[in-house]
Each structure stands twice: as structure tokens, then as C-alpha cells.
């Protein structure tokens, strides 16, 4: 137990990594806020280990408009995490993107979010405090609580169906020690990906590069819109994940469903996972009726 908990206050100092990107645009780039020129609601829920008794969830939403008048867009952001009912986190966050518009086709979108977190060890969940085993750490940290400022920058560029983008997380590197003093390292995403329309069906090809606290991965995916409605994908991350997603989009709303397997490079063991999401847009009228680019789902 004791290791399982020095384990999970690292995580606690980790971004848990949410994919596919088109599902999570402005928690993976906040300067994705107000790209599909109108309104739009995306809401994930991930549950982690269904496979054993593990309790761990993560819930995150984010919505965002664009302000026509300046070429800017707006967002909202909100998460809540739940490991093993002895870890929680919580944040939330406001998010401006501008757009400039370097020619007909290119547009540089440069974006700035600044968000409130707060993370919580409740020690009294763990076993020993229930079967009159000496706990390692003193009483007074039984329930235990940080909160900070978080701030992050990004910059997207658009050309088209191509999307290029750059985030730098955690710039301040916020303190998130729950059980001591413990930076929120510095978080790097790169991630690119292209759309081909072809007869009312989209083909999206992506990847996605991370790096945190030394620690890096690459994750390369494709995704396909087919019959107007329906979607697929499959996609393979470095650290040993794999995950499938299925869904269907309307003008107006899209539910997905995807599903993770990671087997464990120190044991044999296979985890799973997986996520809901769903999906609300109100787009301009003129694109309603027309097939548009994953990344303005």
C-alpha cells in the first residue's frame, strides 16, 4: 500500500494524457478555443482499471466561443480526478485565443490559459488507518490540501485541413505536493495532423509528442468520418497504450466511445480503460450542412 501511494503522488505531478485529440481540443491546446467559429461544448469521462477493483476516474469539460467582432476566442475549463478515492484534483480555468490571419489560407493562433487547481490526499482512506497499523506519515496529514496557480501557452497554426500546433504547460510550475513540497514539472506537447475530404467523409492522420519530468511519448493515430455521421479510429501511443474510438456526429452533437489497453513494461499485467465523451457545436449557419475537419467537431 505504501508503495502504491508514493506511486500515485507522483501521478499526482504527471498529466494524465487524453486521447484522441479532436475529443479534447482546448485541454490539449487552448488555442483550438473558438476554432470552429461558433459555440462548443466537449465533456469526457474516463474510468481507469475497469479490469480490477481500482476507483479511479477522471472527468474534465471544456466550452468555448468565438468572438467574431476581434478574430479572438474564448473558453471555459473544468476537471475533477478521483485516484482510489485517496487523491483528488481539481481545477478550473479560463482560456483567450487570438487569431491572425496571415493570408487567405494560413492562420496563426496564439492563446494564453490561466487556471486555479487544487489537489487533496485523504489519507484516512488508506488501510492502515482502518486496521490499527502505524501510518509512516504524522496524523496531521491525513487530510491534506494544496491549491495554486497554473498557467500554460500555446500557439496553433492552420493551414486548411492541416493543423500544427506547440503547448507548454505549467509555465510557473505551480507546487501540488500533497505529502510534501512537489512541482508541477513543465509539460510539452507538439502535435500535428491533416484532414482529407472525400464525398462527405473525412480521413484525419495525426500524432502527438509529450514530454514531462523527463519522461516522453509519441502517439500516432487516424481517424475516419465515413457515411456523414459515423467515426472510427484507432491509435497506438509509445508507453504501450492502444486505443480504439468509435462515435457519432451530428451538426449539432457527437457521442464517442473509446477504449485503452496498457500492458505494463514491469509486469505482464494489462490495464484497461476507457473514456465517454460528448459533444455539443453550434455552428455558423453557412457550415452547418458541410463536412468540416475533425478539429472543428
Not at 451538426?251 to 494489462?270: A, Q
Amino acid at each position: 500500500m505504501i508503495l502504491v501511494l508514493l506511486f500515485s503522488s507522483k501521478i499526482l505531478a504527471q498529466d494524465f494524457i487524453v486521447n484522441p485529440i479532436y475529443q479534447n481540443l482546448v485541454n490539449v491546446n487552448p488555442s483550438f478555443a473558438g476554432s470552429n467559429g461558433g459555440m462548443r461544448i466537449q465533456t469526457n469521462y474516463s474510468q481507469l482499471y475497469i479490469n480490477s477493483s481500482a476507483q479511479d476516474y477522471l472527468f474534465n469539460s471544456t466550452s468555448d466561443y468565438k468572438i467574431k467582432k476581434i478574430n479572438a476566442g474564448l473558453g471555459v475549463s473544468f476537471y475533477h480526478e478521483d485516484l482510489s478515492r485517496v487523491f483528488k484534483n481539481f481545477g478550473c480555468g479560463l482560456v483567450y485565443s487570438q487569431q491572425i490571419k496571415l493570408n487567405k489560407h494560413l492562420v496563426l493562433i496564439p492563446a494564453l490559459k490561466a487556471s486555479y487547481i487544487e489537489r487533496t490526499a485523504d489519507l484516512s482512506k488508506l488501510s492502515f488507518y482502518n486496521n490499527n497499523i502505524t501510518s509512516p506519515w504524522p496524523l496531521d496529514y491525513k487530510l491534506n490540501k494544496r491549491r495554486n496557480f497554473d498557467l500554460t501557452g500555446s500557439l496553433l497554426a492552420q493551414h486548411k485541413g492541416m493543423y500544427i500546433g506547440f503547448v507548454v504547460n505549467h509555465i510557473n510550475q505551480p507546487d501540488v505536493g500533497v505529502l510534501g513540497p512537489e512541482k508541477l514539472s513543465i509539460h510539452y506537447t507538439f502535435h500535428s495532423s491533416f484532414n482529407i475530404l472525400f464525398n462527405k467523409s473525412v480521413l484525419q492522420l495525426g500524432f502527438r509528442i509529450d514530454n514531462q519530468n523527463k519522461s516522453g511519448s509519441l502517439n500516432i493515430n487516424t481517424n475516419l468520418l465515413f457515411m456523414k455521421y459515423f467515426v472510427i479510429g484507432l491509435g497506438y501511443t509509445t508507453n504501450s497504450f492502444y486505443y480504439t474510438n468509435i462515435g457519432f456526429k451530428h451538426s449539432w452533437f457527437g457521442i464517442y466511445y473509446n477504449f485503452y489497453s496498457n500492458k505494463s513494461k514491469l509486469s505482464s499485467v494489462t490495464s484497461y480503460n476507457h473514456m465517454f465523451t460528448a459533444t455539443f457545436s453550434w455552428l455558423q449557419k453557412e457550415r452547418r450542412n458541410k463536412t468540416v475537419y475533425f478539429e472543428e467537431f
